[in-house]
């Protein structure tokens, strides 16, 4: 969300007056964000001329209800679990709050379909996927940016088959159920199979136990948290991007931003066919959708094209010019500023 928000202003910047207000103090002082976030609105709207204010996220829904009594439009974006969040009190306020806003901007259809059941009204609602940019593909041999990152991580990638899943280690994502139910069936086949998972989160000894117990200490490598430079390498070095997810109650998958990223790198994506991914990944144009919780569909998938490098390396080449085609930033840009200036729905 925090790249999503920076990209969305840098954008918006080319094509519009914007003024961004934005938390940069520690989380330690986070109780502090709304009245800080309130008082330099404040400022803003005495000192300027504001045609409307834009609210990057679910949460800052009673601020934008504060900041109505000074009769500028105001729209607001849901990304996801801002508006399924498991607490009684949240899900009495924010969406009664939002709904007295003049327009939602839902990531995903599934986004949308949350906020509509929450009682937001469809005529305030209008579907803008995210954007990419293209920014991590690397125009450099595989070979020699997988010799630099096997250094990097201890562990050799000439000469295998590279899976990788991006993002927070989290029961949603299906790491585990990935590490617990494929990686063993794929390797009855393809000996030279490593997956690695980049990110961290409350999940992660779920995962080490699956690679300790199921004996894949030699296949599955958890590098952790990455910066931008080594994430832009695992998206080159690999053949194949998967994001198993699953679904979980009171959370969900807005969309699918490091999937558009590994597309944007021509990585062939085998993800689910859940949720805001669904928006992102279009299936066997910019990747395959497989169901849920369906072990074999996601075996098949990737033994096909692992099996077949012409194949893979061609649907990787249409799926990066799919996706940059698609969900450029200056469209999806240009697409919140139409929403802005008529901004208050019919």
Same mark, same amino acid.
């Not at 954008?11 to 964000?33: D, E, F, R, T």
């Not at 296949?219 to 997810?245: A, E, Q």
């Given at each position: ?69 000074? /009769? ?44 509509? /059941? ?49 993002? /927070? ?178």
């Amino acid at each position: 969300m925090q790249r999503v928000a920076y990209e969305l202003s840098q954008h918006l910047s080319k094509i519009a007056n914007v003024k961004l207000v934005k938390w940069g103090g520690s989380n330690k002082w986070l109780p502090l964000v709304l009245p800080y976030l309130l008082l330099k609105s404040l400022w803003i709207l005495i000192s300027s001329e504001v045609q409307v204010i834009y609210l990057q996220d679910g949460l800052l829904a009673p601020l934008g209800l504060i900041l109505k009594l000074f /009769r500028v439009p105001i729209a607001i974006t849901f990304h996801g679990r801002d508006i399924t969040y498991e607490s009684k009190l949240y899900q009495f306020l924010i969406p009664r709050f939002a709904e007295k806003l003049d327009r939602i901007i839902c990531i995903s259809d599934a986004t949308k379909q949350q906020c509509a /059941r929450r009682g937001v009204s469809g005529s305030k609602i209008v579907v803008i996927p995210d954007g990419i940019c293209d920014e991590f593909y690397m125009d450099e041999g595989k070979q020699e940016l997988r010799e630099r990152l096997s250094k990097e991580l201890g562990i050799s990638l000439n000469n295998k088959k590279v899976l990788l899943s991006v993002g /927070r280690l989290v029961e949603r994502k299906g790491f585990h159920w990935l590490v617990e139910s494929i990686i063993t069936k794929l390797l009855e086949k393809e000996s030279d199979i490593v997956y690695l998972i980049a990110g961290d989160g409350a999940f992660r000894q779920r995962i080490e136990t699956a690679i300790r117990q199921n004996g894949l200490q030699n296949h599955v490598l958890m590098v952790g948290m990455v910066d931008d430079k080594t994430l832009k390498t695992l998206y080159n070095v690999s053949d194949i991007f998967i994001m198993p997810n699953i679904p979980v109650k009171g959370d969900m998958e807005g969309f699918g931003v490091v999937a558009l990223e590994a597309a944007s790198c021509g990585l062939p994506v085998v993800a689910s066919d859940l949720e805001g991914i669904k928006d992102a990944i279009k299936d066997t144009e910019n990747g395959f959708l497989v169901e849920p919780y369906n072990p074999e569909g996601f075996v098949n998938a990737v033994r096909e094209l692992f099996e077949n490098d012409e194949l893979r390396g061609k649907f990787g080449a249409r799926a990066r010019e799919f996706t940059l085609e698609n969900y450029a930033w200056e469209n999806v840009a240009g697409r919140y500023l139409k929403v802005f200036r008529t901004p208050r729905s019919e």
